[in-house]
């Protein structure tokens, strides 16, 4: 694989699915603004336009920002394939790291860059049957949503782009909530690997299941090629349509 990706063809490739077929799409827009966990300070601001069709999420391109409004990132997640499971793309211009997916049944091509002086890892894995990638598990706390609240575990493989590999996780609700959001915990099932890899946790509001917080380790990496550790705001519990009327493929 190439050493050097550009983010170029894959903002290419993401006009280019809209712009074409037939079947009419609904485009919405939320915003997320990331503060360091322990400091308080911001750190970026990522603006997820969603494309919908016939009701179904079909894709989703992040930008990311600086406090200067510069877009330094962007990924690219496809949904069409699986819900839980998209296929995505990620790259940061700034600092070079590149991180992304993309499957099928049986094999799932994954592929990671730390820095722009570090070369591209790349690796072929098996496909798990009930697995979640990045945003699919946005996804997935929707499907499972009244398991979730009834207090149900439940356990899924997640992939770990940095390791090229699936870990295996445990959600469920956590007792940290507020009087109007319900709150959920991601973490490795690995007591061992518990610690050192921190848990997530997500909180959605309670009646119109949008998330409103995000408290975890970031997919956007500093510098010096570490994660931020971050908490993500998103300060309207509604996605405010952004326009309408676009075209994409039929499926």
């Known amino acids: 694989m190439n ?6 063809p894959m903002v290419i490739a993401v006009f280019a699915y809209i712009a074409f077929g037939s079947a009419q799409a609904e485009v919405s827009e939320r915003v997320g603004y990331a503060y360091d ?8 601001s990522e603006t997820h336009r969603e494309v919908q069709k016939d009701g179904q ?7 990311y920002r600086d406090d200067a409004g510069k877009v330094f990132a962007e990924k690219h997640i496809d ?7 998209p296929d995505f793309q990620l790259v940061n211009a700034e600092n070079g790291h590149v991180e992304g997916a993309r499957g099928a049944d049986e094999l799932l091509d994954v592929h990671f860059r730390q820095l ?5 890892r790349a690796a072929s894995v098996a496909t798990p049957q009930n697995g979640i990638i990045d945003a699919g598990f946005d996804r ?5 949503w009244d398991s979730l609240v009834a207090g149900d575990v439940i356990e899924r493989e997640f992939l770990i782009p940095s390791q090229l590999d699936f870990y295996t996780f445990e959600v ?18 690995s007591m061992f690997l ?9 909180h959605y509001d309670s009646r119109t299941r949008s998330l409103l917080r995000y408290e975890g380790i970031s997919n956007i990496r500093n510098g010096e090629g570490e994660n931020f550790d971050v908490r993500i705001e998103f300060p309207s519990p509604t996605r405010a349509q952004a326009e309408s009327g676009d075209a994409i493929p039929s499926t």
């Open 3 to 8: 050493k050097y990706i550009s983010v170029r």
């Open 37 to 44: 966990k322990q400091t308080g300070a911001f750190l970026y």
């Open 57 to 63: 999420l079909v894709t989703n391109t992040v930008s």
């Open 79 to 85: 949904f069409q394939r699986s819900l839980t499971m």
């Open 116 to 120: 722009s002086d570090s070369d591209v």
């Open 140 to 144: 997935f706390i929707e499907l499972h």
């Open 172 to 189: 469920e609700r956590a007792k940290i909530e507020g009087l109007d959001n319900y709150a959920f915990e991601l973490r490795i099932k």
């Open 194 to 202: 518990q610690m050192f890899v921190q848990p997530v946790l997500v």
